[in-house]
């Protein structure tokens, strides 16, 4: 089955083919393209490269470029490359194996372009620049496989979409060229068979991981908060002791600034040294490379991540994980927990660790639902982003002139855009070409030219150029280098020559003062300024930041959670797995309140700092919660009841108003029926859907990604995105970004079918709760960061009761009396 | 709903618009400030190809407000056009649109600035540094040599930015002390610029008024520490 040689070297490292392994193999030879399914740990890397591996060494004279793999982490291609390294070099083979991401260096780069390694390791959005460039075509002429990695993570978002159409585009350069796809298990691997193969689904290899993973929750001795994310010293104080009593554990976190905070605060109290290392996107790659070394050889005994280490390859010798704060969603909890442990014949274990009262409530849901082998992932998706294909437009004609009626065939290929319709991709076409707008302009500055042939090419060199600088599908904050200059000393390091520490998104550090503290890579550090795009930091002594810096990262909570912490909150008889303390905070709901029934829509109406506030736990997720929100502010917008804003949870939703709500009001907010243009039109207006528009206007190519400093020429270089939105929405309400922005929010924020059932549902039974003031359960909505302000004749009010309260009105009147 | 702001300044009655205009009733007087027409232009020289609107949309909004005023004369208090030669690049039913706004007052006043010191003479109207008017003074940056002058001026393009009931608000404004009005910017495609900042604080010192100029202008005092 496989070459001797091969079979004598996993017998030096005491290894055995799985049986899947041996099935890849096998399908390897029959099969076109095939789909990998199979749990953390299962050794799927090396069943993907296995057979490209044997295809190598049994065609010696094989020139160029065999094999692509695409994976969705930088990180994950270094670590692929050692891997492949150790048998390719043990063995002797004569097979050339090179990584290409935007940590590749330019020299590289262009050499692998014209002397391609065997084996390329990338990403989808290097991939995507490769693409752009003419030479492709003879590059990708010899492939024969794309290896497409951590699939599950991919296909339910915007660069699946993207990596679709690269496949489709890979199609037409190496049409022999096959597609194998790995993934972890998901709840519905027949879709995922479709996503992946051309033309028909691909043959599909699934190992079931019968064991289910060990999983217990730790409480904290003293009271849970209500709010907050963060543990106590309490709760530190067990995850110590966890570590120790553990060989090697991974503490997952949920964000970078719990990251840093959690692993300062367990080295304060490290009174037995264990060697705890720390790894996030922010670090430098020399960081998180020295930590993944780190790990691979077992010089660490704990290391503090956010989810940059969810996917990767499997380190054999992690045998805990534990996961801070909520879950939000069983699949991708247990897939964390599946990088313990990599035997597949026994459990993985995990501990959970929730850091506040709603968490707790998350955390023993997910429990439950883990030993009911539950999963809940996304489908894959099956209306692909406008603004990806736009921007896929302009890539293929970066390398060479396309044809409307060719590329549409091509495009169609692609699950995500195979029901895409002649017209839409017409749109999106002349989109690339003119903007698309229903105005006639711009007749000389058109983006693409028609040749004689009537194919279209780029206007000029530097359109080609702003179009590689802004490749990608995730738009990134703007990041600034985070340079450690100063000495210990106090002096500045010669020659400006500083320690590169990381990144940080420029938003963070804007309204920081020299001197200010603030804590980074592990350390807390002194703000000193700005210097040539760089922040300039020195390292302090202080042992308190004086700045939190908070960043992003935030992960949706799945239905089916959601709906079980309902239903675990309606079964009283399960509270007794509780803590005490939890207990008591559910019995003073019920007292304050009233605990939701499961029947039924929880409301409840109280007053606070003078605002009427309305608050509705629906359970219905963090998307959906926002939607209602909107749909009832409009409506008590409707009814003069002037709403200011809302927030909201994974649980529920909170709405403040300046003044009371009537029972009839009451009775009209939950109706079902809403006309989907009435919603559309308040919506658009929101700036939930400007927030969106942003990141559509960057990929689609409308406007350039702000790079950090462009500001320092004086020059504008980009542009406001909420100046153009408010201008299409009012000239040009069907343009195609507008079209495709409305899909997106669509797609990861609401689902307008599922809200309008979900008020069909509920709309006669809801329970309204007047109380007298805030209650247990609406405290951490209210809390919530995110408020949505609603701009109508409420905020107007406001101002005006805001400069009423102020004194510029009666000195106003006195100064007027001249 | 007001949605005017009545103001004294050099002895003169000025109304502050919800519009983002000014209105000076006494000498039937509109006056609006930084529209940068032909904004959208450069930006699609370089493959940004911004939504060809803003320039309807400016002139459009300028004429419902000339109507409801019933204005005699208008005054643009500079970078009207956001190039010298922005006008020349425009197509031919914008430029017509342009003149024949321009020549449906008595009066039409282009004050320069510095995004459009020099303007073509196929534009209709008046081009000028600046003006007095009485005991007024229109300049597209203030004069700050001649504090003691009731200036009117363009070219900040002011924003009131605050944090009110844990929202956060951004309007544009108009700024005013006792000598100086600094207008908000009238154009559709222009941003604005935080009164707070430093640039602002030069003009008008660490105390002044502001009003909104999107809705319902109400005079709200904004008071600075210089850092």
């Not at chain 1, 090396?46 to 160029?64: N, R």
């Not at chain 1, 550090?509 to 210097?531: C, H, K, S, V």
Request: charged share 20%.
């Amino acid at each position: 089955m496989i070459p001797k040689i091969f079979q004598e070297w996993f017998d030096t490292k005491g290894w055995h083919l799985r049986q899947h392994q041996l099935d890849m193999l096998r399908a390897y030879q029959t099969e076109k393209d095939i789909l990998l399914l199979a749990p953390t740990g299962a050794g799927k890397t090396l069943a993907g490269f296995l057979p490209v591996l044997k295809d190598l060494y049994e065609s010696p004279d094989f020139k160029g470029l065999h094999t692509i793999y695409i994976s969705p982490l930088k990180a994950l291609t270094n670590d692929i490359a050692r891997n492949l390294q150790h048998p390719i070099n043990e063995m002797g083979l004569p097979i050339k194996v090179e990584s290409r991401t935007s940590d590749t260096s330019t020299y590289k780069k262009a050499r692998q372009k014209h002397t391609p390694p065997h084996i390329l390791l990338t990403t989808p959005e290097s991939l995507a620049l490769l693409l752009t460039y003419p030479e492709a075509k003879t590059l990708f002429k010899s492939l024969q496989t794309i290896i497409i990695d951590e699939i599950h993570s991919l296909a339910s978002n915007k660069r699946g979409d993207q990596t679709t159409l690269i496949l489709a585009r890979l199609k037409i350069l190496a049409p022999n060229a096959r597609r194998i796809g790995l993934s972890a298990t998901v709840a519905d691997p027949q879709k995922m068979t479709t996503w992946l193969g051309y033309e028909k689904p691909a043959y599909l290899i699934h190992l079931k991981k019968d064991i289910k993973p060990l999983v217990k929750i730790i409480y904290s001795d003293i009271s849970l908060p209500l709010t907050g994310h963060y543990p106590s010293s309490d709760l530190i104080k067990k995850i110590y002791e966890t570590i120790q009593s553990n060989q090697m554990s991974i503490v997952f976190v949920n964000t970078r600034s719990q990251v840093e905070r959690l692993f300062k605060d367990l080295w304060v109290i490290n009174d037995s040294n264990v060697p705890i290392g720390i790894h996030h996107g922010s670090l430098t790659k020399d960081m998180r490379t020295k930590v993944e070394t780190a790990i691979t050889n077992q010089q660490l005994r704990a290391v503090v991540a956010t989810s940059s280490l969810d996917l990767g390859v499997d380190w054999g010798n992690v045998d805990l994980v534990i996961n801070l704060g909520a879950p939000k969603g069983i699949s991708r909890l247990v897939q964390r927990i599946g990088r313990s442990n990599h035997r597949l014949d026994s459990p993985s274990h995990a501990i959970l660790v929730p850091t506040n009262c709603f968490e707790a409530l998350e955390c023993q849901a997910a429990l439950q639902a883990i030993s009911a082998g539950i999963l809940d992932d996304p489908p894959p998706n099956s209306k692909g982003g406008l603004d990806v294909l736009a921007q896929h437009i302009m890539s293929c004609a970066c390398a060479s002139p396309i044809d409307v009626d060719s590329l549409y065939a091509e495009v169609i290929t692609a699950y995500p855009y195979s029901k895409l319709t002649k017209s839409l991709f017409q749109d999106t076409f002349n989109f690339v070409v003119n903007g698309g707008y229903v105005l006639e302009h711009y007749e000389q500055y058109h983006r693409l030219i028609k040749d004689d042939s009537g194919s279209f090419y780029p206007r000029n060199a530097q359109l080609k150029q702003r179009h590689r600088m802004n490749i990608g599908t995730i738009v990134e904050a703007e990041k600034l280098k985070v340079m450690l200059v100063y000495n210990k000393a106090g002096t500045k390091r010669k020659r400006g020559k500083g320690l590169h520490l990381g990144d940080i998104e420029e938003r963070l550090i804007l309204g920081m003062e020299p001197g200010d503290t603030f804590l980074f890579a592990g350390q807390i550090l002194q703000y000193q300024g700005i210097r040539d795009l760089k922040v300039e930091v020195s390292r302090s002594n202080n042992r308190e930041a004086k700045i939190p810096v908070f960043s992003g990262g935030r992960m949706p909570l799945s239905s089916y959670l959601a709906a079980s912490v309902k239903h675990l909150l309606t079964t009283p008889k399960k509270h007794m797995v509780f803590p005490l303390y939890l207990q008591k905070w559910l019995r003073a709901q019920a007292t304050f309140s009233q605990l939701p029934g499961e029947e039924e829509l929880l409301v409840e109406l109280f007053s606070h700092k003078g605002f009427n506030y309305i608050t509705a736990y629906t359970f219905e997720g963090r998307p959906t919660n926002q939607t209602l929100g909107f749909l009832l502010s409009q409506r008590l917008e409707n009814e003069g009841c002037h709403p200011l804003g809302f927030s909201v949870s994974d649980y529920g939703l909170s709405l403040w108003c300046l003044n009371s709500i009537p029972q009839s009001t009451l009775k009209k907010l939950w109706h079902p029926t809403f006309f989907k243009d009435e919603l559309n039109n308040w919506l658009d207006h929101s700036s939930m859907l400007k927030r969106f528009f942003r990141n559509t206007a960057v990929v689609s190519g409308l406007t350039e990604r702000k790079f950090p400093g462009q500001s320092k020429t004086g020059k504008q270089v980009t542009f406001s995105t909420d100046l153009i939105y408010e201008v299409l929405i009012k000239y040009d309400p069907n343009h195609l970004l507008l079209r495709s922005n409305r899909l997106d929010v669509e797609r990861d924020l609401i689902n307008l079918d599922r809200l309008k059932s979900f008020l069909e549902t509920y709309q006669d039974k809801i329970h309204y709760q007047t109380c007298e003031r805030l209650t247990p359960f609406s405290i951490p909505i209210i809390l919530e960061k995110t408020v949505e302000g609603i701009e109508g004749a409420g905020t107007d009010a406001l101002i005006a009761l805001k400069t009423v309260q102020e004194r510029s009105e009666l000195l106003y009147r006195e100064a007027t009396h001249e | 709903m007001n949605d005017s702001l009545e103001i004294s300044l050099g002895g003169e009655k000025l109304w502050l618009s919800s519009c983002r205009c000014l209105w000076w009733p006494v000498r039937e007087t509109l006056i609006v400030s930084d529209l940068h027409i032909g904004k959208g232009i450069d930006f699609s020289v370089r493959g940004a190809l911004l939504p060809p609107y803003d320039v309807q949309d400016t002139l459009s909004r300028l004429k419902r407000l000339i109507d409801k005023f019933k204005a005699k004369r208008v005054i643009s208090l500079g970078d009207n056009f956001h190039r010298s030669y922005s006008f020349g690049a425009l197509k031919e039913w914008e430029k017509k649109s342009v003149n024949d706004l321009v020549f449906s007052v008595s009066e039409w006043v282009w004050i320069l600035g510095n995004h459009d010191p020099d303007l073509p003479v196929e534009l209709g109207g008046t081009k000028i540094e600046n003006m007095s008017d009485g005991y007024l003074g229109f300049y597209h940056e203030p004069n700050l040599h001649n504090k003691d002058k009731f200036q009117i001026v363009g070219h900040y393009h002011p924003k009131y930015v605050t944090r009110i009931h844990r929202q956060r608000i951004s309007k544009p404004c108009f700024a005013w002390n006792q000598k100086t009005l600094i207008m908000p910017s009238f154009g559709s495609y222009t941003g604005g610029l935080n009164v707070a900042h430093s640039e602002i604080l030069k003009v008008l010192s660490h105390s002044f008024y502001i009003a909104t100029a999107d809705t319902e202008p109400k005079p709200i005092l904004i008071e600075q520490n210089f850092s």
